[in-house]
């Protein structure tokens, strides 16, 4: 609420008796009548957090709050507050106190520290529970004791470090836990160890370090050591980061004039193990990572089965995955989960290589008894990404774009040099005005255009930007790119979904309570028809688990493993009502049972379904629908 807004609630409850007019409101508040009758709508939200407090508004009489005296003296205490909280900043608060405190904390705390009702406390503590699940931590509530949080100490630490997750637009906000003497002596620490030992970490590996360091510090004070079998620390020992860990704790020790038990420095060693290291040195040591190398191999060789792209071709894609999964690798063996921040972009706009990457994943973790989660996949699918445009180079030519521009031949060529400067693979042909367009495709090939200014009846693709062309524009540029490439994939044309669709597996209308549901649903009609074996039922919700398939658009693309899939074929779930599809809203749900023999299809499906999930009105008409026919029409005239 605005401070208006304040004033007005303000009034309203030391106003006890009788009602208040909208003219003496907005007399008072020195606003219009129909500001105030806004800012009414305003506090009637604002009270649906108490539950005995409600706005009366009587019709020709006046506005009045009705209260009780416990409510009432809440609303004005919040009021009063010099700096209220927002929600986040009370949620991260509250998460803080209960990861760090051994007894058991109650709803009234929380609403008499932060001037809150107790219906919005039980909200807080709802999504703080299910936040806790990621860490495998359980938020235990017990009647008239409290809240208290149950797990080990590790896993409550690695929370702690991830606690900037309550925040909508996730910035570093852990640090804020801190005094700046604390961060800057770690800091300084961390560099000086690096230079010691002739080590470089990457920047996101050492702002890690730096953040389980000061909350190995603070637990250390608040006497919460972290508890290590006796054979690991024999395995810690024989490592050679043990050695930077101790030169590191004999440091922090001065500092801080506080003595660390011997499982911290394990427990740092294990971090300083998972941490991603750069320069010459690195690479060499990495020659004795057997592990790694194997998995690397392994993985690599999986994906040229599923993709029929010669990865191996790529010493590019090796080295770096060796460097990378021998983080990933030691980050999951010790339990330090990451969260990827680019997450949910990456599964849109690469929802082929996504798949396949988990898929892989799923198929090879039984060898190498390792499971990587969605967060660490989608970095992962980035490298194969960058491999396939690697090997698309070598033998691609350059896309021709046309450029029309309608500020002048300065700003053209201003364009130009710009995206020929960032985008090695267009070949820019002109710039011309937006009249001269007919007459320069008649005689002039292109691929594609770039324009400053809407076109009308063109008929190749065509992308608006600004002149200027900043970074949304770039953004939105490297999204056209990736949708015309995986167009060209696309080897049936628009018709790529017709040998897999099947009209007896088109379902409208469809209700269900969660997206496991209609993955089932979708998966046991497979099954019944003879296209899966029962067991492929299992496999697609387990996938689902895993990682929720929403692409972006509306649209989600559940599957499971190939090797249960007798016959390809798609089955489609159009939703009555748009629902939850783990961060996203989906209203069409296309089920991939695509057989191996057909995965070379696979790649022109999904790249199909990726294109239809940037067209909204298509997706639109397709879940408009009524019957088979007339979803079969709008696929084919979808191209």
Request: charged share 25%; proline share 3%; glycine share 4%.
């Amino acid at each position: 609420m605005n401070n208006r807004q304040k004033e007005l609630l303000r009034i309203l409850l030391v106003h006890e008796e009788g009602v208040l007019h909208i003219k003496d409101l907005s007399e008072e508040l020195d606003c219009a009548e129909k500001t105030v009758r806004n800012d009414l709508d305003r506090l009637e939200e604002f009270l649906l957090d108490y539950p005995s407090a409600s706005l009366i508004r009587k019709p020709g009489l006046g506005i009045a709050i009705e209260s009780d005296e416990s409510a009432r003296s809440q609303i004005l205490r919040s009021l009063l507050s010099s700096e209220p909280k927002s929600n986040e900043e009370r949620l991260f608060e509250m998460a803080y106190q209960l990861l760090t405190s051994d007894k058991a904390i109650t709803l009234q705390h929380f609403a008499d520290r932060y001037y809150a009702p107790k219906a919005a406390i039980k909200k807080d503590i709802e999504t703080i529970t299910n936040w806790l699940e990621r860490f495998e931590l359980e938020l235990i509530s017990r009647p008239r004791v409290g809240n208290v949080i149950q797990g080990s100490e590790l896993k409550k630490r690695n929370a702690l470090a991830h606690l900037s997750e309550l925040f909508l637009h996730e910035k570093n906000v852990v640090l804020d836990l801190f005094l700046p003497y604390e961060i800057s002596t770690v800091r300084n620490a961390l560099k000086d160890m690096q230079g010691r030992f002739s080590i470089a970490f990457s920047d996101d590996a050492l702002e890690s370090l730096l953040v389980h360091a000061l909350i190995m510090v603070k637990r250390t004070r608040q006497r919460s050591p972290v508890f290590v079998q006796e054979s690991e620390k024999v395995m810690a020992f024989e490592r050679k980061e043990y050695q930077f860990a101790s030169w590191f704790f004999d440091k922090l020790e001065s500092a801080f004039r506080l003595t660390f038990p011997d499982v911290e420095q394990v427990y740092f060693t294990w971090h300083l193990i998972s941490s991603k290291r750069v320069g010459e040195e690195f690479h060499q040591d990495l020659t004795v990572d057997e592990e790694a190398t194997a998995f690397v191999l392994a993985f690599v060789r999986k994906m040229e089965k599923l993709t029929f792209i010669h990865h191996e071709a790529d010493p590019i894609l090796i080295d770096g995955l060796a460097v990378h999964l021998h983080s990933v690798i030691n980050r999951i063996k010790y339990g330090f989960p990451i969260s990827n921040p680019l997450l949910s972009n990456i599964k849109k706009m690469y929802p082929y290589m996504f798949n396949m990457v988990m898929l892989t994943l799923e198929e090879i973790k039984q060898t190498f008894q390792i499971e990587i989660p969605e967060d660490e996949a989608a970095y992962i699918v980035l490298h194969f990404q960058a491999s396939v445009e690697r090997l698309e180079k070598k033998r691609d030519i350059k896309k021709k774009a046309l450029i029309v521009c309608h500020m002048g031949i300065g700003m053209s060529h201003l364009l130009e040099a710009k995206i020929e400067q960032q985008y090695q693979n267009i070949e820019i042909v002109a710039c011309i005005g937006k009249a001269e367009v007919p007459d320069y495709l008649s005689t002039h090939p292109a691929d594609f255009i770039i324009s400053t200014v809407p076109l009308e009846k063109v008929n190749i693709e065509h992308i608006v930007i600004s002149p200027l062309f900043g970074q949304e524009d770039k953004k939105k540029l490297n999204q056209f790119v990736e949708v015309l490439k995986q167009k060209s994939t696309e080897h049936h044309g628009p018709h790529v979904f017709s040998p897999f669709l099947k009209e007896e597996l088109v379902f409208f209308n469809v209700e269900k309570e969660h997206r496991y549901e209609v993955v089932e649903m979708l998966a046991d009609a497979l099954f019944k028809k003879g296209y899966v074996s029962k067991e492929y039922i299992h496999s697609a919700v387990n996938r689902e688990r895993k990682s929720a398939t929403a692409i972006g658009g509306g649209i989600a693309i559940p599957h499971g493993n190939p090797s249960m899939i007798h016959q390809s074929a798609l089955a489609t779930a159009i939703m009555k009502e748009r629902m939850e599809w783990g961060n996203e809203r989906v209203s069409l749900v296309i089920m991939l049972a695509i057989a191996k023999e057909n995965q070379g299809e696979l790649r022109g499906v999904i790249g199909k379904i990726s294109a239809l999930s940037e067209a909204p009105l298509v997706v639109h008409a397709l879940t408009a629908a009524r019957d088979y026919q007339e979803f079969l029409l709008v696929i084919d005239q979808f191209a």
